[in-house]
């Protein structure tokens, strides 16, 4: 278990870190070169200031149609999202990792608070699958990719919780918790995950048609 | 769960275009398709949808029915993502509810732009699942008749070359009884504006155009309209699938209007076909902007209240709702003028919730009033929650500025017992504006 714990928090995690960085430059670079080559009749229309006015609604909760006639969905997605970021990043323990190994050091959060904000990803990721499994216009459209990617955050979180409160073997937590860490990161450009890459572009985009050529709002 | 396999309606023109088909014919055109047409838009959607369901609320099918089958991104899975997963090869069947659902359940009304935090453009998805469709000649029949008008004859009603002047000759001479200085001018080059229609109007609804003539007469205007074809501005291939005919329409549109050196082309009520002229035939045809400026109605009676060329005897007393299209509103932004224009010719004005950029769709658009007597009855019960909204405006006068939700509209009303009736802006217009010349 030892050896798996040193090839998780060694090789893999350069591997991991090297496909996330890499593969998520070059979906978005191949995409930019794909929207070129054939979608010019649309990227001709492209408007920062439009994209920018309606992303600031899109960021904003209920600051989009969308956002205020689904209002459990946004306080959930908003929340889970900020923690999905604030969390990881600003974790003491990940800290201390870097600063162990790289010499990189930051700010982090107060450990009661991480720990808080961590079970609440967990909770949330819970009420998603709870939605994928039982609100009938998301189970049509659900598949397995969309039960996995969840799970392997909510296990990501939830191995992380186990281990820091020390339940259960530590080793073999942390180890879980840092190998599907990992796969999470590898597949943000490869999967639905990718929306983190693709998500403002595609929104700015419709913005864009909307505010410079149809004259009206899309949020 | 039901699916679109449940509810299959007998179409001639389905029926008959996927029994031509092999699951290999149908490979082969959807891997051309999309790797010829499709880029970047297809594939980021496709990829960053996340399947959370959020648009069901904006669909009208879905409110309607409350069926998760219905819901925008269910009519994706249900045929977008099932052909990008079998690589195209599937069965003819399944095309036959591909096409059902793309031209039959889905207005491209992009309500659900409105829903979607990724900014998804299902209308875009649909369209393409309909380009592909018509590229394997699986199209509903009735619309297939009217892109075929279209090609033939470059209108949408089989109307012929000389039944056109006649038509607006045979309306000069009626309204010249009225007003008797009225001319609906012929092929005028460089008049101010060419006044175009979709051809419904000279086929059916000749009052319009008579009441077109009547306003700008008033008006005093300099105008004209086009002798040739090119006068038609609608466009039913834009919803089959059929962007060479669609093109083919717009540019005879966009060049007749340069042939007669007209400053700007003023379209009348219509959605589809301001789609078409001023947001999508354009792009094919390699134009950003318009080679001839495009105004809507709307706009064109807003400048008129404007600068004070129409004058009204008396405000429309009744109170009325507001109906704002999909094409003009969500795809213009014409809402403020539309009011405005509304305001200054009725006295009470009750709005529709939710209205605006978010409002519900009329059901008829995008081309699924044109798939005819087959799916008449999906589309009106597909659209309970929009017969809600107007009886919660407890008026019984409805201001539509479009044809396509004029049927639409009028079809909800009666099925459901409304107890309403649908008017253009040229029929307000025109029955309050000031007659000189009728005393």
Redesign the interface.
Known sequence: MHALYDLAVGPLAWLAFGVFIIGSVYRLLA??A??L???G??V??VSWPHAFK?LAH?FTPFG????R??PG?TIA?FIFHICLFLVPLFLMGHIVLFDTFRGWSWPALPDGAADVLAIVVVVICAYFLW?RLS?????????AQ?VLVVSLVGLTFLTGVLAYHRIGDNLVLTTLHILSGEAMLVAIPFT?L??M???V???????SE?GS??????? | ?STIADRLIEDEGLRRGVSRLTPEKIEKVFKELIAG?????L???V????????????CHY?MSHKD??Y?P??KV?QTMWRLLAAGGRVEPQVIYECAQVAYTECNLCRRC?????????TGYIISVVRRLCHKLGVTPQYIQDTAHSHSAVLNQMWVKDDEWPDTLQWQEEEAREEFPGLRIPLDVEGADFMYSVIAPEPKFRTQLIYQAAAIFNAAGLNWTMPATPGWDNSNMAMFTGDSEIMSRVERAHYETAQRLRVKRIVMGECGHAFRAVY?VAN??L?W?WHPVPVVHSVEFFWELIQQGRIKITHKYADPVTIHDPCNI?????L?DKLREVTHFLCENVVEMS?NR??NYCCCAGGGVINCGPPFKNVRIVGNSIKAEQLRATGVHTLVAPCHNCHGGLEDIISKFGLGMHTKFLGDLIYELMEKPEAE
Not at chain 1, 201 to 207: K, Q, T
Not at chain 2, 52 to 57: E, H, L, N, P, W
């Open positions: 995409m930019r794909l929207a080559r054939k979608d009749a649309f001709a229309y309606s899109w989009a149609l969308g956002w006639e689904n969905v997605t939605r609100v009938p216009e998301v189970r049509f459209v659900t598949s969309d639905r990718s929306h890459l693709f998500g572009f595609s929104r700015g985009y419709i913005a909307f050529v149809r004259h009206a709002k899309d949020w | 769960m047409e499709c880029g970047a838009r594939k980021t959607y990829e960053s949808c996340v399947r959370c369901g959020m648009c069901a609320k904006a879905y998760p089958s819901t991104v269910a899975s732009i409105h829903y979607c935090p990724l900014g998804i453009d947001d792009r094919w390699g950003k509103i969500r795809g213009r932004g809402m939710p950029e978010h």
